[in-house]
Structures are given as structure tokens and as C-alpha cells.
């Protein structure tokens, strides 16, 4: 029985191909449906308990120390995620923090100075309570 050999599927976006894959040929299924996903999740969660994962964690942690690419790209991935923010776009959101922390400094310490002037008596020409002018 002599092997047959399969017609290439084609390359979406090789140089001149325009429309995609090949006539005939779907492409595959896709990625799976979000519910499924999810319960694919709940399951693995279910039936791996926290001393496991722990385990599991530490020895991805040993052989990404010790040279495992593959390790390191998975621990990568629960830490930075799949697209990690940039140094320039942390840099920028740093920014972007530290002038509204200044403007919330800012409205606090006048919230206090107008909370001080309202806990104050009213004062006729200047001067506060019994010890003006009016009194007996």
C-alpha cells in the first residue's frame, strides 16, 4: 500500500495569495467555543487541589531556572500574560497615575481647609464669636 501524498493546503498569506487558503479547504475547525473553554477550566480546577498546583508550580519554577524554554514560557504566561504591557506603556500609565494621585491630593487638602473653615464661628469685622465688639 504505497502512501498517498496530500495536496499542500496552501498558506493564507504567503506572497500572491490573495484569497486566503485554497479553494476546497476549510481551514480547521477554529478555537473552541467559549462555554466549552470554561468548562474545560472548571474541571481541571476541580481535580487539581491547591497542594498539586503547588507542585506543579514549584518544578515549572526549578526547570525554567534551570534553562526550560518551555517552562519559562509557561510561567510567562500566568504572570505577564499572552500580550504583556510594554516598559514605554507601563512607563505611561505610571504617568498617568501620578498626576491624578496629585489632583486627588490636591482636592483632599482643600476638602480639609474648607471643612476647617466651616467648623469655625462666623465672625462679625474679623473677629470670632463673644470676644467682639457686642459683648457685655
Request: charged letters at 35%; hydrophobic letters at 30%.
Amino acid at each position: 500500500m504505497g502512501a498517498t501524498k496530500l495536496k499542500p493546503r496552501g498558506k493564507p498569506f504567503e506572497k500572491g495569495n490573495t484569497k486566503g487558503f485554497k479553494k476546497g479547504n476549510a481551514g480547521g475547525p477554529g478555537r473552541q467555543k467559549r462555554e466549552t473553554e470554561k468548562t474545560y477550566l472548571i474541571a481541571m480546577r476541580d481535580n487539581i487541589p491547591l497542594d498539586a498546583w503547588i507542585k506543579i508550580v514549584a518544578r515549572a519554577k526549578k526547570d525554567a531556572m534551570a534553562g526550560d524554554a518551555r517552562a519559562r514560557d509557561w510561567i510567562s504566561k500566568y504572570l505577564v500574560g499572552d500580550d504583556p504591557i510594554t516598559i514605554i506603556e507601563l512607563y505611561e500609565e505610571l504617568e498617568q497615575v501620578k498626576a491624578i494621585n496629585a489632583r486627588v491630593e490636591k482636592l483632599v487638602v482643600e476638602r480639609q481647609r474648607q471643612h476647617q473653615r466651616d467648623q469655625q464661628p462666623e465672625s462679625v469685622n474679623g473677629q470670632t464669636g463673644t470676644d467682639g465688639p457686642y459683648t457685655a
